[in-house]
């Protein structure tokens, strides 16, 4: 199949979450063929096994990751069947977002009671608008170091890019402000690094632990807790159950806000596309 | 998104072949021993097996041990075992209910696993391993012990069958659904182990492995080959091509298939 090799050869990448292929694009566009191995309506934590992925796994030149553990159920099988040296851990075609970010939630002590928890902490940091444009930058000089020759069409689009990024995000910023010091309830701790930026307070969390639906108790627990208090909403993301979710708002009538939890990137979605919904979504609780 | 490149791309025989073969060699036990699950009606038995072998893990990650490899599958075997021989045993008492009574344990050993997990997450990605392995995960070393197992097991049912006597069955039964489960998932075990069986069954022993075996092969060979082409999960397509190979086969090979009963 390599027989015809084109013209331009380009740098393969593949990535594991959306959010990741949409940056490469930004940065790379171009230069890159991008696959994401996941789409945004679906549980990164775990995939089905297609040819496919293991396919584009021996392609590629560049693994983009969000790391931290969270692809740690598929991604280590993969990455053996698809035996490509060069995306192997350690290599510079192997790279992970979260080793280049402030990481929240990195428990102190390790135990089994805590839950689905992840030992490098939380892994989902593209809710953060400003560590975008941290991994933004490492991906740059990543694919500058894999692809020597275009060195300067990379640097090029980062630019162009952490200007626009960094506008919209002083935009986002002003419509976020007067969210800052509500309380809020999540399901799942999905969202741990966009409510640290708005400085919401996060009073409860459905899930007892990470990874465990909520019993009848937790959730009378978390009814009553509420009752005392003044909450602003309840943020669900969208791929896992909104069942509990849904019985909390109704008990309570404190409204449900369902965000999209990544880049529809398959779809023809752009980041900032993306967290311009999630702003609105968020701001349309008054 | 998808375009002819694409497509063509999983159509790659490193890819498949490993999973191919992984079929091959579950279908060698399967189909023998499915055939007389279905002959006894204890169709949800692998069901039954496969859960008590997880929950079995279960217990022993609760009493502390750190399980990896050779570990969790001593405690897998041997949970597997004792839930064979408490299957075997009710077998005698139960009559007419036993495919009642095997439903009940399946549901008790599931929902064991699920309170013991209730506060332990962790162990869930434990008996995930356990219960939805995929095919196309495989790799040479899984292949070549589940191999030996496979030979083992085939040799033993096809020379003592007679001998073994009852539990004899249940025995070979638990090491070969324990070992299957891992590599390729409960759903391809349970459809590997009942269609071709039963779409063979109404046939004499000879002609019918040979309508399982065919039914069979055709099943996992279509199904890698349509996951690769509509990229799409291996598992579950493999199961709809092994139904639908069970639907076609038997009725464009009839003529062949009266022949061979003439024949023996």
Known sequence: ?286 | MMNVGDMADGLDVSILAPAFLAGVIVLLTHIPLGREVVKRGIIFIDLAIAQIAGLGVIIAFQFGWEMHGLEAQIAAVTSALLGAWLLHSIEKKAGEHLEALIGVSFVLAATASILMLAHNPHGSEHIKELLVGQILWVDWSQILIAAVISLIVVFVWFNYKNKIGNIGFYILFAVSITSAVQLIGVYLVFTSLIVPALAAAKYQTKPALVLAGIIGIMGYFSGLIASALFDLPSGAVIVWCLAISALVIPVLSSNLLTNIERQS
């Open chain 1, 1 to 286: 199949m390599t027989a015809f090799l084109p013209v331009h050869a380009t740098i393969n990448v593949f990535a594991c979450e959306p959010e990741w292929a949409a940056l490469a694009e930004e940065i790379g566009g171009g230069k890159l063929t991008i696959y994401s191995a996941t789409t945004s309506m679906q549980d990164p934590h775990h995939i089905q096994a297609r040819p496919s992925l293991i396919a584009k796994a021996r392609r590629a030149d560049l693994l983009v990751c969000s790391g931290a553990e969270l692809e740690i159920g598929w991604l280590p099988l993969l990455l053996r069947k698809a035996g490509n040296a060069d995306i192997r851990p350690g290599q510079p075609g192997n790279f992970e977002a979260a080793d280049y970010v402030e990481k929240q939630d990195v428990p102190k002590k390790l135990d089994r009671s805590m839950g689905d928890v992840h030992a490098e902490g939380n892994p989902h940091i593209h809710t953060r608008p400003e560590n975008i444009l941290l991994v933004a930058d490492a991906l740059r000089q990543r694919l500058s170091e894999i692809d020597v020759d275009n060195e300067k069409h990379y640097l090029s689009r980062y630019e162009a890019f952490e200007k626009r990024w960094t506008q919209l995000m002083a935009g986002w910023e002003e419509q976020i402000k007067y969210l800052q010091g509500e309380n809020i309830v999540t399901h799942h701790n999905y969202w741990t690094y966009l409510n640290s930026w708005i400085g919401m307070n996060v009073l409860a969390t459905l899930e007892p632990v990470p990874g465990v639906s909520p019993s009848s108790s937790h959730l009378a627990k978390i009814k009553k807790q509420l009752s005392k208090q003044k909450v602003k909403m309840i943020l669900h993301v969208i791929y896992v159950n909104d069942r509990p979710t849904q019985w909390l708002s109704e008990q309570t009538g404190i409204p449900v806000i369902t965000l999209p939890a990544t880049v529809d990137y398959q779809g023809g979605q752009t980041l900032p596309l993306w967290f311009e919904i999630v702003i609105q979504q968020l701001t349309s609780v008054q």
